[in-house]
């Protein structure tokens, strides 16, 4: 078990560093992720699928920080392997951004990353049986404002000996069918989701054994297969579970909570559940003694996992997902269709789907590319704010140290900057 030294109980995680965050305002059990911090930056200028200048080369080695001076959509043929010690900053990215569209993403032995803004979306074209997101093994990851769908297997998923991870309002979405999952999330080393949707999944919104907290997400239209899934193995798991809203759609069969047994322990605490498909929010908070969550191990208190700093009751959590969820700082049309036509309908709207290129998905769409700014020493960081921060735009000066404790001044200040 890779354990950090910010948690010194293998059981419970608890206590916490207080060292730098992967980025202000970074919340969870991977929130002191480093990254690429102190190592080279690389800018992605092109959208070719391999090759100098492409995303697939930026990242297939450690220690760097990973800037786009390109907007659009990527078309990778094969699963892109991530390094460890890696930033990728996809809020950089001009225009609308950057989707990696294809066969999935690999984070498996990817210690200390920090990937912000960038959509991956698998398909139909992906391997069968594979994950959009994998992790298999590694330790202290963060995924913030991240879009996830279409995977062939899950969409997003964690197992194994993997510790220190935070999904932070991210999207995780449209599993394909016929399997059509969000993700399982099993692994004792411990992983926070936070402000999260899961949306359009039949099952495993996630399904989680283990360590792990869950905490003001949103899980919208899940089919048969159950929303929040407790794991119902022999082994342990310690979970809190608070603040987060269930929402049935018209593919929702049952509950928002599914299976579990007296090994899950959990503490829950004002979930709230929406099930009549009306259009209008007219749900309730669940009660543990109720019929409405699974056999599970209640307890009386949380456990001291980091979780967040600014609880949100669970209807300005829901408001908090539909405004800026996913890679939201220019929304694609994926991600403006399951907002704005399938959440905010409030149960009317809502399908699982096989064939992500089928109507009214239509694939990942066009996403504009937009005009980088002007970069003269190709170091990452615009000529406009090295001018206004002091610094000289003819010379690479992105690893000064900052007084602040960044340890690249000019490209960590500004890529946090820009978000």
Same mark, same amino acid.
């Given at each position: 078990?890779?354990?950090?030294?910010?948690?010194?109980?293998?059981?419970? $995680?608890?206590?916490?560093?207080?060292?730098?965050?992967?980025?202000?305002?970074?919340?969870?059990?991977?929130?002191?992720?480093?990254?690429? !911090?102190? %190592?080279?930056?690389? +800018?992605?200028?092109?959208?070719?699928?391999? #090759?100098?200048?492409?995303? !697939?080369?930026? =990242?297939?080695?450690?220690?760097?920080?990973?800037?786009?001076?390109?907007?659009?959509?990527?078309?990778?043929?094969?699963?892109?392997?991530?390094? @460890? *010690?890696?930033?990728?900053?996809?809020?950089?990215?001009?225009?609308?951004?950057?989707?990696?569209?294809?066969?999935? +993403?690999?984070?498996?032995?990817?210690?200390?990353?920090?990937?912000?803004?960038?959509?991956?979306?698998?398909?139909?074209?992906?391997?069968?049986?594979?994950?959009?997101?994998?992790?298999?093994?590694?330790?202290?990851?963060?995924?913030?404002? +991240?879009? =996830?769908?279409?995977?062939?297997?899950?969409?997003?998923?964690?197992? &194994?000996?993997?510790?220190?991870?935070?999904? @932070?309002?991210?999207?995780?979405?449209?599993?394909?069918?016929? *399997?059509?999952?969000?993700?399982?999330?099993?692994?004792?080393?411990?992983?926070?989701?936070?402000?999260?949707?899961?949306?359009?999944?039949?099952?495993?919104?996630?399904?989680?054994?283990?360590?792990?907290?869950?905490?003001?997400?949103?899980?919208?239209?899940?089919?048969?297969?159950?929303?929040?899934?407790?794991?119902?193995?022999? #082994? /342990?798991?310690?979970?809190?579970?608070?603040?987060?809203?269930?929402?049935?759609?018209?593919?929702?069969?049952?509950?928002?909570?599914?299976?579990?047994?007296?090994?899950?322990?959990?503490?829950?605490?004002?979930?709230?559940?929406?099930?009549?498909?009306? &259009?209008?929010?007219?749900?309730?908070?669940?009660?543990?003694?109720?019929?409405?969550?699974?056999?599970?191990?209640?307890?009386?208190?949380?456990?001291?996992?980091?979780? =967040?700093?600014?609880?949100?009751?669970?209807?300005?959590?829901? *408001?908090?997902?539909?405004?800026?969820?996913?890679?939201?700082?220019?929304?694609?049309? =994926?991600?403006?269709?399951?907002?704005?036509?399938?959440? $905010?309908?409030? #149960?009317?709207?809502?399908?699982?789907?096989?064939?992500?290129?089928?109507?009214?998905?239509?694939? /990942?769409?066009?996403?504009?590319?937009?005009?980088?700014?002007?970069? @003269?020493?190709?170091? %990452?960081?615009?000529?406009?704010?090295?001018?206004?921060?002091?610094?000289?735009?003819?010379?690479?000066?992105?690893?000064?140290?900052?007084?602040?404790?960044?340890?690249?001044?000019?490209?960590?200040?500004?890529?946090?900057?820009? +978000?």
């Amino acid at each position: 078990m890779k354990l950090s030294i910010c948690f010194a109980s293998l059981l419970y $995680l608890a206590g916490s560093c207080s060292g730098l965050l992967a980025f202000p305002g970074a919340e969870g059990f991977g929130a002191q992720a480093t990254g690429g !911090r102190g %190592g080279s930056v690389y +800018v992605v200028t092109n959208l070719n699928d391999s #090759g100098s200048g492409s995303f !697939r080369d930026a =990242v297939s080695e450690s220690n760097r920080i990973v800037v786009f001076a390109v907007g659009g959509v990527i078309n990778i043929s094969s699963r892109i392997v991530v390094s @460890s *010690h890696v930033t990728i900053a996809g809020q950089t990215a001009p225009g609308q951004g950057i989707t990696v569209y294809g066969n999935g +993403v690999s984070y498996s032995g990817a210690d200390n990353t920090i990937t912000r803004y960038i959509r991956y979306r698998m398909g139909r074209s992906g391997d069968s049986g594979k994950d959009t997101i994998t992790i298999a093994d590694g330790a202290n990851m963060i995924f913030d404002h +991240v879009s =996830v769908s279409w995977g062939r297997d899950e969409s997003f998923s964690i197992n &194994g000996d993997v510790s220190n991870v935070t999904i @932070s309002d991210s999207i995780i979405a449209q599993g394909l069918e016929t *399997h059509s999952c969000g993700g399982l999330i099993q692994t004792d080393g411990g992983v926070s989701i936070i402000r999260t949707l899961y949306i359009d999944n039949k099952t495993r919104n996630p399904k989680v054994k283990g360590v792990n907290e869950f905490v003001n997400n949103v899980v919208y239209n899940w089919g048969g297969g159950g929303g929040y899934i407790a794991g119902d193995s022999a #082994g /342990p798991s310690h979970a809190n579970i608070m603040n987060n809203v269930f929402i049935s759609g018209p593919s929702t069969s049952v509950t928002a909570f599914t299976r579990g047994n007296e090994n899950f322990h959990a503490y829950v605490s004002n979930n709230y559940y929406d099930p009549d498909r009306n &259009g209008v929010l007219s749900g309730f908070i669940l009660s543990p003694t109720t019929d409405n969550y699974s056999p599970i191990d209640f307890q009386s208190t949380r456990y001291p996992y980091p979780t =967040v700093k600014s609880l949100l009751n669970p209807l300005d959590a829901l *408001h908090k997902v539909a405004s800026s969820a996913g890679a939201s700082k220019s929304r694609d049309s =994926v991600d403006n269709y399951l907002i704005n036509n399938e959440l $905010l309908t409030y #149960g009317k709207v809502g399908a699982l789907i096989s064939d992500e290129k089928a109507s009214p998905i239509n694939g /990942p769409g066009n996403v504009e590319g937009g005009t980088p700014p002007r970069d @003269s020493d190709n170091d %990452g960081i615009p000529d406009d704010y090295e001018t206004a921060h002091g610094t000289d735009p003819h010379s690479n000066d992105s690893a000064r140290i900052a007084s602040n404790g960044y340890a690249t001044i000019d490209i960590e200040n500004y890529i946090n900057s820009l +978000v």
